[in-house]
């Protein structure tokens, strides 16, 4: 091994020493078999895991790090998996979100603590992918994202369901007494059969695009369904590709640029995201210090048409999306029109557009062209006015046509338990002109922030028939649901925001092609209502919970906390004996 590469090597400041410490961080790895070769100066690996039981989207993980491992190996690397917090958004409460943050730091300080040159990451789960990338853009080493891929279809009853968006659906047609509850749980057992993360273009999805679209993941990374053999093979390259971006120096804030996240801003357009990608875009950007704004994603997004059919959106799920030519077509139709940094650098080492060039579309009912689009000008809206001054988002291809431009009364629920409490009482005074106004649920109302802003609408509104109401909150959605819902106000009620001030009664103007959201109150009102305004009580008195609501960050710049923003690098650390 040539000695100057050695001398490169950060791992070699642990494996290269020939002296009291080289025997001591040498001699413990022996123990699992390493040959004294396996340390003279290749390259070392982490592949960092997110598998778990508790996380059902990731179940397959360790089969993926094993090829990931084949691949290191193939190229000569030294591969040492590790693993770090898994976020399961089915399981974890009150909301994964709340700990995506500690993910993060759990991700930076293994990377910096440990004798890593290069590492991959394995995400699937929504809050899995931005945890990883924040944690390892903070450590700023060599990466490459390997995502686990979608599951299969859903199938009940010979129609096709997909996870998140049909639960929503059928939960409510049990509500209003359309389904009977043996028919809820058939359903159940034929939505998710298989690993991976929800095969609607919900959160994970979104993400597992976002990570092919900034370039950190291998092209196709995005929609490779989880139990298709294409996943491993994508594992294994990415094994072999993460050692030659040690030997290259190809660090994650090279591939993380400003052109990167306009790429993602326009891809999530594209595609019909989920709206979770703001949170987790701004909160990326900001560990790799660029200055990246709600305003950013209005400008880029609003024009951009929705090309891609799925579900929560359209009909289709992923594992179409990627029969039909998956992300490499959209960023091409991108591209051909103007709409893409051709010359952003991916982790293959190529150009984004030498990626995606020529990439062919096998099914225009899936992804549609730009000239005949699945839905025009359907973007990531992002509004403004006195009920949300520094910005809320909404997702106009999920929304309904007819509410886009409403006025309503304003029916107000205090809290996630008041909405519960209430929500099916007969003596409701609501209809469907209405506004439902949640507040409470921002990142430190929560906290967390959590994905209950697609509030469950009125069971007596259900019974006749309607299935869409305008609903604004400071909460989230999930990325597979659906409707007029406006999220991510800012700032929160918690926080003293406007929202907080809302009353039964008040009217409030949703206009998306204006971009506005308005609250017909006087400002000597508001202000009556502001001094009177008693902050709730806290929910969060010790621990993570605490440290989290002392520190978070509002919507508008990403919910990452205000001590994490940036990166420190990877320096080598003090011996610890």
């Known amino acids: 091994m040539n000695e100057d590469r050695k001398r490169q090597l950060r791992s070699q400041a642990w494996f290269g020493r020939q002296d009291k410490m080289g025997f001591y961080y040498r001699s413990f790895l022996k123990n699992s078999g390493f040959p004294q070769d396996q340390f003279d100066g290749r390259p070392v690996i982490g592949i960092c895991n997110t598998w778990s039981e508790l996380t059902p989207c990731n179940a397959h993980f360790r089969t993926i790090a094993e090829h990931v491992k084949y691949g290191v190996l193939d190229a000569g690397g030294f591969p040492l998996e590790f693993p770090v917090s898994s976020l399961g958004e089915v399981t974890m409460r009150p909301t994964a979100m709340l700990f995506r943050n500690l993910a993060a730091m759990d991700v930076e300080e293994a990377i910096r603590a440990h004798p890593l040159d290069g590492v991959v990451l394995l995400m699937g789960c929504d809050k899995t992918t931005p945890a990883l990338l924040m944690g390892a853009a903070s450590a700023d080493l060599p990466t490459i994202g390997v995502s686990g891929g979608p599951q299969l279809r859903g199938v009940y009853r010979g129609k096709i369901i997909g996870s998140g968006t049909n639960i929503i659906s059928m939960s409510e047609q049990l509500r209003a007494g359309e389904v009977t509850l043996e028919e809820f749980h058939e359903a159940e057992g034929g939505m998710n059969r298989s690993a991976g993360h929800c095969m609607t273009m919900g959160t994970g999805s979104t993400m597992a695009s976002m990570v092919e679209a900034l370039g950190v993941g291998l092209p196709e990374n995005a929609a490779i369904p989880a139990s298709d053999a294409r996943r491993n093979q994508l594992a294994r390259m990415s094994g072999r590709r993460i050692v030659e971006m040690v030997h290259e120096d190809l660090v994650l804030s090279k591939i993380m640029t400003r052109e990167a996240f306009e790429n993602a801003i326009r891809t999530l357009a594209a595609i019909g995201g989920s709206t979770n990608a703001v949170v987790h875009l701004l909160a990326i950007a900001g560990r790799v210090g660029i200055d990246l704004t709600l305003d950013d994603f209005d400008r880029l997004g609003r024009d951009i048409h929705c090309l891609v059919d799925l579900m929560p959106s359209g009909r289709f799920l992923m594992e179409d999306f990627y029969y039909a030519g998956g992300l490499p077509v959209v960023l091409r139709t991108l591209g051909e029109r103007g709409l893409l940094h051709k010359d952003a650098l991916t982790v293959n080492g190529k150009l984004i557009w030498d990626n995606v060039r020529d990439a062919p579309c096998w099914n225009r009912e899936v992804i549609t062209s730009f000239e005949e689009p699945f839905k025009p000008e359907a973007g990531i809206a992002i509004l403004k006015g006195n009920l949300a001054p520094n910005g809320a988002v909404i997702k106009p291809s999920a929304a309904s046509p007819e509410l886009m431009q409403h006025t309503g009364r304003a029916v107000v629920f205090e809290t996630i338990e008041d909405l519960h409490h209430r929500i099916d009482d007969e003596d409701l005074d609501i209809d469907e002109t209405c506004i439902m106004v949640l507040k409470n649920c921002g990142p430190k109302g929560y906290p967390g922030m959590a994905e209950v802003g697609n509030m469950p609408l009125p069971q007596k509104l259900l019974k006749k028939g309607i299935r869409d109401m ?56 508001m202000e009556r209502r502001q001094v009177a305004w008693v902050a709730p009580e806290p929910h969060a008195t010790r621990g993570w919970a605490k440290l989290y609501v002392d520190h978070v960050l509002q919507a508008d710049r990403g919910v990452d906390l205000d001590f994490l923003v940036g990166r420190t690098g990877s320096p080598v650390p003090r011996d610890n004996h």
């Open 470 to 525: 305008i609903r604004i909150s400071d909460a989230r959605m999930s990325g597979t649901a659906y409707g007029t819902v406006v999220l991510h106000v800012a700032p929160e009620a918690a926080a003293g925001g406007p929202l907080a001030l809302v009353q039964n009664g008040d009217l409030i103007t949703l206009d998306v092609p204006a971009r506005s959201l308005h609250l017909h109150v006087e400002s000597h009102e």
